[in-house]
């Protein structure tokens, strides 16, 4: 029995030293070491043998088979070196072929504006709230001081839901300062919101008109907030939406639910100011309209304005897109073209 | 509102550049556009007059006309109908750019040879010289115009385009302008004094005038001017008019205009000899009664509209437009002057319930003042009287019933600072607003301040605030952070679900859309194979711009396919889109329900075609397993049952179902989209779709599973290959397996029915991991339950182990 032992190690060997394949090897492995390898089967016929003959060759066996072991991890390890090594002579392989497409998802401009957006008003302290799209006219126009017949109504031409006869009036919001309204009835003092959302108008499309649109309103009321104050935070919004480097001007402007009322502008971004046709010579784009909280407002949210202060603001989405990128037609966001779509 | 500088320098002396007055009056409020340079063009253009016109040699239309320019005299062909001797003329001299009348381009004037007469310079039209469109006839100036300067010189000028806000329409005036113009650089406006004789008999002998509705008309003033002489206004009245966007019409309408432009009160001439019953009455209109205006229109009116009638009718509506009856024509020789107040919200009615509007309504529906109509009815009086040649009727008819003293205001320093953020003296304020022509009457802690009468805007303390801040300029005000405690943030966990749904989504390669929430009729009756409305209707704007924006969508579905239909016209490949936003649905004597709805779409080839191929086309485990993976994401389990969507495959479709407490919840669906709906929406493939109620998922998707121990311990792999009749689902051998608690996962890695098995059977291949949190399991108890799991599967499902 020792001998075959033996003369298995032997032929074993002598097949190992000849394998140049990982494949041959793993046939190799499997014929010596296996499950049915002549090992194995010494050892399984080690029963039928004497207590002294079991010890001797079950030891040469075992031995035997460690050996083998051994060896074919040795001859993996030299095959792995020597395929490396060829490997690194290889010259065809061709790193220039395109990769396996993985495909890539993209947020609409418009959500990634908004995001940007709403992410610098809430790092300093404003919180998201929203309201519905379709509202009464009451949070529209007249809890902010735009009563029936205001000329200021003209400038925001208003869709209307064809409601049945004796239903209260709805209307698709022509702005997102509706919301507004509603948190100045629903929040308590200190109020810091920011109102993120889709707003309409009855007009025409064309390069800079789209029935519906998006913007992003800002309210805060406490004792002690200023011109100052709302001068400061939309400065830090455009030092972070627009660049360290952007100039901003405030000038005044008329909204009916501010006063006093506040137009933000910032510095040409294709001309720097120096005048061209973005910015009609002028040098400046206007970005927001904003304000003092109209003290009428304030007190139609049940707010004291005799104790608190309150600033607001209001900025379009789109525009601020189109600005930084150049895009010359507001259509584009919505017609969801991917060639469009896909290049942001 | 288009404001001539040297119109504006009537009233105050502009010391600052044009560009800097600009820029002052932007920031006070007074956005200026771009700034109209008249004459900037003008060089080579002089003054010159006619002094002989004759006949051209070989021409009948053209005649010769010989200009004295000054210095020297020039012979010029010309065509004009208007050649008169003696009238002073524009006189373009070669080089000269001129405005071609033809094709509006602007060329060199060269010398000419026109039909063997040799012509060098030109006599210009206003329409060569860019001022209006006018080339009827050569343009005729002044006759007090200077021979021999330049053009630009006589009558060049900057007009500024100001955007006057809603609330200061006081400032849709020259003079309004002016008083800005003032306080911005620390003058003072000089407003002329107005003077003329009142010769004729007493007005109320004339006409009587009542206000039978004082609600609408706190004011009605006129005048009378008699004998007067219907002819054109003075060129420099009609320059004045033109750089101000108006067309010269004749004396009494010119002036008119001119005054409520240069006031900002719009004024109305009747004439007198066409007031019937020589009385004027103001009262709401019949309802139902037809008028027709001076635009020869017809309309008709209704009871909530003021008109101004006469002894048997109605002669104007009030504040928009005049009467085609009571008009001025040239047969006219006595002119009663309407000078009035009008309700704002009701003239603004009027105006748009009508579809009309004027200058005078757009002023009359911003507020003016009551106080405004004297100053500008006395103006346009003395210029009837001087322009028109007529006699004054001694006296004014001034019926005021709305007269309100103007109240006054307390102001202090600390309420202007705590609106403002710094502090402002008490003579700071007080020279700021005096500067406004507001009273201010000051003592230790306050000022008392009255507002001049045109300032209609001045409701309360706060729109003085502004005014103090505005002329102090808004860029003294110093930028600081809010320092108020940070309040207290609740925000909606809606917010934070949709834009983790958006962005799972967009890391599995989709691409996010956003469509119009109005949709069409037609696009909403495509989602179903039988193409019929949908039910419930879908909520209706009143108002449709178009009838592809008429309803609020129901769903996402419809504008989502129709962006893939638009985008495969040019997109190969696949595709993978989703939308996230809010749908509509009707609810009762209340606002619509606005649930966030997210709704995905899938079609195409799975992989692009690329070198290292392709394989197949997206199918329901497509998209099943898209929403399986958002789930995952959102922490929430969810079972897909059998469902029975009309626009979807009617055997390829699932609702998203959850269980909760007992109670199934429906989530949305998934599905292939119904071959016919995608044939109405021109789409020749499969389409995969899901949809899900965001605002459902909500209250499932806020936890977040307890921490689960890593196993300790290795798990024993089994295949099982069984196979079961073609009907027994998947779901089903699933059930029976995974109730053995030392399953701990199951893979499913083949489906097959051919040739290999029995006609109506499948195989089901199955990977089944066993694994105890407590130790290593044996063969042997592995075994123990392999064979009881089958022994359920044959038993309950008929399944056989695959030989």
Known sequence: MLEKVEEIKAEALKQLDGIDSVKDLESWRIYYLGKKSPLTQILRGLAALSIEERKTVGAAANRVKALLENSSAEKAKSLREVQLAAEAKEATFDISLPGRPWPVGHLHPITQTMEEMCDIFVSMGFQIVTGPDIEWDYYNFEALNIPAEHPARDTMSTSWVDTREGERQQLLRTHTTSVTARTLEKMEPPIRAIEPGRIYRYEASDATHVPMFHQIDGIAVDTGITMADLKGTLYEFSRRFFGEDRKVRFRVDYFPFVEPGVEMAIECIACHGSGCHLCSNSGWLEILGAGMTHPNVLRRGGIDPEVYTSFAFGIGVERPHMLRYGVDDIRLYFANDLRFLRQF | ???????????????????????????????????????????????????????????????????????????????????????????????????????????????????????????????????????????????????????????????????????????????????????????????????????????????????????????????????????????????????????????IVDITNYVMLEYGQPLHSFDYHRIRGRKIIVRRAAEGEDFTTLDETERKLTGNMLTIADGEGTVAIAGVMGGLNSEVTENTTAIL??????????????????????????????????????????????????????????????????????????????????IVGIKVSLKKMTEALTALSFDCQADARQIRVTAPYWRSDIRQAVDLIEEVARVIGYEQIPTTMLSDPLPRQNPDPVLSLNRKSRHVLVGHGFQEVMTYTLTSLEMLTNLVPERTPPEPMPIRVANPMTAEQEYLRPNLRANLLATLAANRRHEDGGIRLFELGKIYLHRE???????????????????????????????????????????????????????SDAGLHPTRQAAIVIEDNGMKVKLGLIGELHPKVADAFEIAETVCLFEINVTTLLPFATGHEMYQAIPRFPGTIR????????????????????????????????????????????????????????????????????AQILNRLSGELGATLRG
């Open chain 2, 719 to 786: 295949d099982l290959a069984l196979v079961v009749d073609a009907n027994v689902t998947h779901q089903r051998v699933l059930e029976i397996i995974q109730s053995y608690p030392l399953v701990s996962e199951v893979v499913l890695f083949d489906v097959y029915s051919g040739k290999q098995v029995s006609p109506g059977k499948k195989s089901l291949a199955y990977r089944l991991v066993y694994q105890s949190p407590t130790h290593t399991l044996t063969d042997e108890e592995v075994n123990k339950v392999q």
């Open chain 2, 589 to 643: 004597n209340d606002l619509p329900t606005e649930p966030d709805v997210l709704c995905g779409i899938l079609c195409g080839t799975r992989v692009e075609k690329t070198w290292l191929g392709g394989n197949g086309s997206f199918d329901f485990y497509d998209v099943k397993g898209v929403v399986e993976a958002l789930l995952q994401h959102l922490d929430v389990t969810a079972d897909f049952q059998k469902s």
């Open chain 2, 337 to 418: 002057l309407e000078a009035a107040s009008f309700n704002a919200a009701s003239i603004h009615y009027t105006s748009h319930h009508l579809g009309l509007t004027s200058e005078a309504s757009m002023r009359f529906e911003r507020g003016i003042s009551a106080g405004m109509t004297i100053p500008a009815l006395k103006h346009a009086t003395q210029l009837i009287a001087e322009l028109g040649g007529g006699k004054v009727a001694k006296g004014i008819i001034d019926v005021y019933p709305g007269k309100q003293e103007p109240a006054p205001f307390l102001l202090t320093p600390g309420e202007v600072e705590r």
């Open chain 2, 1 to 251: 509102m288009k404001v001539p500088l040297n119109w504006l320098k009537d009233y105050v002396d502009v010391t600052l550049p044009p560009a800097a007055l600009a820029e002052r009056l932007t920031l006070a409020g007074f956005e200026v556009g771009e700034l109209e340079v008249i004459g900037g063009s003008w060089n080579h253009v002089i003054i010159g007059q006619i002094t002989a016109v004759n006949p051209h040699p070989n021409a009948d239309r053209l005649r010769l006309a010989t200009v004295d320019l000054g210095q020297e005299q020039e012979t010029v062909v010309c065509g004009a109908p208007n050649l008169n001797t003696g009238d002073k003329i524009a006189f373009a001299r070669v080089g000269a750019r001129l405005v071609n009348p033809y094709n509006g381009k602007t060329e060199e004037l060269k010398p000419a040879k026109i039909r063997g007469v040799v012509s060098s310079g030109m006599i210009c039209s206003e329409k060569e010289l860019g001022i209006s469109d006018s080339h009827e006839g050569i343009m005729v100036l002044s006759a007090e115009a200077t021979i021999g300067i330049s053009l630009s010189d006589y009558m060049g000028d900057v007009v500024m385009d100001l955007d006057i806000t809603p609330n200061r329409p006081d400032c849709l005036s020259v003079i309004g302008i002016a008083r800005e113009a003032a306080a911005l650089s620390g003058q003072s406006p000089h407003i002329p004094e107005i003077k003329y004789e009142e010769t004729a008999t007493p007005i109320e002998e004339r006409i009587s005038i009542e206000i039978a509705d004082p609600d609408l008309c706190p004011r009605y003033c006129a005048s009378l001017i008699t004998d007067v002489k219907i002819t054109e206004s003075p060129p420099w009245m009609q320059e004045r008019l033109i750089a101000c966007g108006q067309r010269p019409i004749n004396n």
